[in-house]
């Protein structure tokens, strides 16, 4: 029995359409057909009954279904225990981040934790002011830190969590009741920048300089933290930039306005380790964090 054909046939029961089941398994629906083929040859029976335009389980195919459920789930642990006790994955893992634990980070360290049970995910909060610091000071095994990442020494894995920008205003300022701003409107609102050990690239991607046209955006106070930046704009020092899902987390403050702005890039995330110290924990979070990309 290939394992192929009995993940393929699984996929598909959960599809029930070819094309999709192959843009899951990232093979062509011709491959697809030719799995399930072979593994209704081995079995001796049709499992799906296939129209133009979709598939559904035959009698068999449901029983089958049932029984190849729990069994093929243990035979993936089991293949997941072996690797885990390969590469090392047990004790604990330290995992820094920057902003929030959005829900696609929540998924990954949930499905990191369940596939190695031996492991646990220790979490520390990494400032705005030095987001390679506790990299580089060992305090964390990996980080997930906003991009651009442009050090020699780390190694950046999965990007993953694009989401649009929104603006923290105080409700005093004029923005406070658009529906949104443009990039270029941008000129009228000092930004809030980061201070602290960050790299120049880094802190100018956080609080550009400029707008998309090249026009200059005024230079506001500089912030060591999500909540300090947070107060300053609050108290109508200027106006902050962050990705949707961290605006969100804040939830409805009284003293602040989330403003969605258009024509920036996009807010990205990315998994970041030591090149040096690249343990099999650390790879096999990484996985995780690709697995939670794909199905978002």
């Given amino acids: 029995m290939e394992f192929r054909e009995l993940e393929a046939f699984l996929v598909l029961a959960e599809e029930l359409h070819f094309g999709r089941a192959g843009e899951r398994l990232y093979v062509s629906q011709s491959r697809v057909s030719q799995l399930l083929r072979s593994l209704e040859g081995r ?117 993953f ?31 809030i920048g980061v201070h602290g050990s960050a790299p120049e690239y880094w802190r100018r991607a956080q609080a550009p300089g400029t707008t998309p046209g090249g026009h200059r955006i005024p230079r506001g106070p500089a912030a060591g933290t999500l909540q300090e930046g947070m107060g300053l704009a609050a108290a109508g020092r200027g106006a902050m930039l962050l990705c949707r899902s961290t605006a969100e987390h804040q939830g409805q403050r009284a003293s602040v306005v989330f403003v969605p702005v258009t024509g920036l890039p996009e807010s990205v995330l990315g998994v970041v380790w030591r090149t040096e110290h690249h343990t099999g924990a650390a790879q096999a979070f990484a996985e995780e964090i690709a697995v939670a990309e794909r199905q978002a």
Avoid: M, N
């Fill in 43 to 159: 079995i001796g029976g049709p499992l799906l009954e296939r129209t133009s335009r979709r598939a559904e389980l035959t009698p068999l195919g449901e029983k089958f279904l049932a029984e190849l459920r729990p069994a093929y789930g243990a035979l993936q642990a089991a293949v997941d225990h072996a690797r885990a006790t390969v590469r090392g994955v047990a004790g604990v893992l330290r995992v820094g981040f920057q902003g929030v634990i959005d829900d696609h980070l929540a998924t990954a360290i949930a499905g990191f934790e369940e596939r190695h049970p031996g492991c646990a995910v220790d979490l520390t909060e990494i400032p705005l002011a030095d987001p390679f610091g506790a990299l580089r000071r060992r305090e964390v095994d990996a980080a997930v830190v906003l991009l651009p990442v442009e050090e020699p020494d780390l190694t950046l894995g999965p990007i």
């Fill in 161 to 191: 969590s694009r989401q649009p920008q929104v603006l923290a205003v105080s409700p005093r300022h004029p923005f406070a009741g658009r529906e949104f701003v443009t990039a270029e409107e941008l000129v009228r609102c000092p930004l």
